[in-house]
C-alpha cells in the first residue's frame, strides 16, 4: 500500500544533542513537507521541497536542517540550536503545486527533550 | 497575514445528535479550503477540497460547505467513530504554503 513512513514514532533527546527524524514516502508524490504540531497551535511549517536537491524553508525553520537527495526521503534533523524542541513533527507529501493543500501526513513522530 | 479561526475548540454530541463545526477564514485570494480529520496520536487524514463559494461536499455522515469568509463541516446523526479532531486550512494560491486552524475536537457519546 502506498503511504508515508514515519520513524521513529517516539523519540527522546536529552539537552544538546541533534537527531533525525527519517520520512519516506511511496506515493511518487513531487512535494514533501514538514510540519511541527503543539497544543493549542495550528500545524506550523518548518520545512518543504518541491523536487529533489532543492527544499525551502518555511515559517519556523530555525534550529532545523532537511535534505532531499531522493524523491521518496525527506529527513529532519532537529538541531541544539533548536530551544524548544518537545512536540509532534509530522511529514507530509502531496501530487504538487495544483492540489498543493491536499495533503497526505505520516503516523507522526514525537520528539521529547529530557 | 492569513488567517484560519475554527469554533468551537471542542464539542460533545450525543450520537445521533446532528451539528455543525465552523471554519472562518481570512485570505488573500483562496485558491482552496481544506478538511482533515485526526485521531489522538496520529497525523491529519484529508477529507474534502472547496474550491469556490457556493460549493459543497460529502462523505457519509459528513458534508462540508464554503462561502466567501466561512465554511461549515455539517455532520448529520454522527456515531462514536465520528469522534476525532477536525482540522480546517486554506491555500492561498502562489506561494506553496497552507495556513491550519487549531482545530474543533469532537467527542460522541453513545
Known amino acids: 500500500d502506498g503511504g508515508i513512513t514515519q520513524s521513529p514514532k517516539y523519540l527522546f533527546r536529552k539537552e544538546g544533542q541533534n537527531v533525525t527524524l527519517s520520512c519516506e514516502q511511496n506515493l511518487n508524490h513531487d512535494a514533501m513537507y514538514w510540519y511541527r504540531q503543539d497544543p493549542g497551535q495550528g500545524l506550523r511549517l518548518i520545512y518543504y521541497s518541491q523536487i529533489v536537491n532543492d527544499f525551502q524553508k518555511g515559517d519556523i525553520a530555525e534550529g532545523y536542517s532537511v535534505s532531499r537527495e531522493k524523491k521518496e526521503s525527506f529527513p529532519l534533523t532537529v538541531t541544539s540550536a533548536q530551544k524548544n524542541p518537545t512536540a509532534f513533527y509530522l511529514c507530509?507529501?502531496?501530487?504538487?503545486?495544483?492540489?498543493?493543500?491536499?495533503?497526505?501526513f505520516g503516523e507522526g513522530s514525537r520528539l521529547t527533550v529530557l | 497575514e492569513d488567517q484560519v479561526t475554527q469554533s468551537p475548540e471542542a464539542l460533545r454530541l450525543q450520537e445521533g445528535e446532528s451539528s455543525s463545526l465552523n471554519c472562518s477564514y481570512t485570505?488573500?485570494?483562496?485558491?482552496?479550503l481544506f478538511w482533515y480529520r485526526q485521531d489522538p496520536g496520529k497525523g491529519p487524514e484529508f477529507l474534502f477540497t472547496?474550491?469556490?463559494a457556493g460549493e459543497e461536499k460529502e462523505k457519509e455522515r459528513l458534508k462540508a460547505t464554503l462561502t466567501k469568509k466561512e465554511s461549515f463541516l455539517h455532520i448529520t446523526a454522527p456515531k462514536p467513530e465520528d469522534s476525532a479532531t477536525y482540522l480546517c486550512a486554506v491555500h492561498p494560491g502562489g506561494y506553496q504554503k497552507v495556513t491550519f486552524g487549531i482545530g474543533t475536537k469532537l467527542q460522541v457519546i453513545p
Open positions: 507530509a507529501s502531496s501530487i504538487g503545486s495544483v492540489k498543493t493543500g491536499e495533503l497526505f
Open positions: 485570505v488573500s485570494g483562496l485558491r482552496g
Open positions: 472547496l474550491y469556490s
